[in-house]
């Protein structure tokens, strides 16, 4: 068993967007029996890419884990699992691991989210928070950490984390009620911050050197912009979209997914009773400060 660098190959999906950076990384860790992180979208050339890194050492494809059940990450599952016979291995089915409030929430319907959900996916394998995976080159602990999405998993590798799409070292990441919960993004920073990795793998940009200082920045940026939405609902009352066209500087395609950052703030603010919803929670609620 190894934690070396060397043990470890990147291989970037072609599926570049404005929330999905350069693409979907995808991890390749071992020589012979190899672990894969994230699958990827379902592109038959990124799948024959894996099968084909991986057959170059003569190795096989023993395990497939999911970070969460986002199409870029676990849309390559499929095919993959079949034409390999690896057992997969996620934190759980795609709505697993919401939080009452999410759970309460979506049941009142209209609010939204869904963004490239996978709805059809379910492991092989449960993992539990803290559930260790090992091989004879490499060894996994599985750290729940919800918050962009409910089921999303972090991998630690050594002194190193699989981080999924919690840090982005390029951007923030988006949350989208009910998939994300911003109560749990700042907790699951957290937990990532006292494991005090030395580098972070997201599944989409560059590697993150110091993740202390970036884990830190992230939640700042969180507290700046649930400050900026108080102080915005002090002049009146309004919805997520009339506030995330108040506060944010983005261009027209990146509006909606402002929106719905905000929207994950306006509820994180109505559970801690700074701000009240105008009614049930929904998609277009107005909220006010009180």
């Known amino acids: 068993m190894s934690d070396d660098p060397k043990d470890l190959r990147v291989l970037l999906a072609a599926n570049p967007s404005p929330l ?8 390749l860790l071992g020589r ?30 023993s395990h497939i884990f999911v970070t969460h059940a986002h199409l870029d990450h676990s849309g390559g599952v499929p095919a993959l699992a079949a034409a390999t016979g690896a057992p997969v291995l996620a934190f759980g089915p795609a709505l697993a691991g919401r939080s009452a409030a999410m759970q309460h929430l979506s049941g009142l319907g209209q609010l939204g989210g869904g963004e490239g959900l996978d709805a059809g996916f379910v492991p092989d394998q449960v993992l539990a928070d803290g559930a260790v995976t090992e091989d004879q080159e490499w060894r996994l602990t599985a750290l729940h950490t919800p918050g ?3 089921n999303h998993l972090c991998f630690q590798w050594g002194d190193t984390i699989f981080c999924g799409d919690l840090v982005l070292g390029w951007a923030s990441t988006l949350i989208s009620p009910p998939d994300g919960d911003l109560t749990d993004f700042m907790r699951s ?10 580098r972070l793998y997201p599944a989409h940009g560059a590697p993150v050197d110091d993740p202390t200082a970036r884990i830190a920045e992230l939640a700042a940026h969180r507290r700046e912009r649930s400050a900026q939405i108080i102080a915005a609902l002090r002049h009146s009352p309004a919805d997520a979209a009339t506030l995330a066209a108040r506060i944010y500087d983005v261009p027209p395609h990146l509006m909606r ?34």
Request: charged share 20%; no cysteine; aromatic share 4%.
């Open 20 to 27: 999905t950076g350069p693409g979907t990384n995808t991890f």
């Open 257 to 290: 997914a402002a929106a719905r950052n905000v929207l994950a703030h306006l509820i994180a603010l109505s559970d801690l009773g700074a701000v009240t919803p105008d009614g049930d929670i929904r998609a277009a609620t107005s909220f006010s400060v009180l």
């Open 148 to 150: 962009h999405f409910g």
């Open 189 to 198: 920073l957290a937990r990532l911050q006292t494991a005090r990795p030395a």
């Open 32 to 61: 012979r029996r190899v672990a894969v992180i994230d699958p990827g979208p379902d592109l038959p050339d990124h799948r024959q890419a894996i099968l084909d890194a991986v057959a170059k050492d003569g190795g096989r494809i």
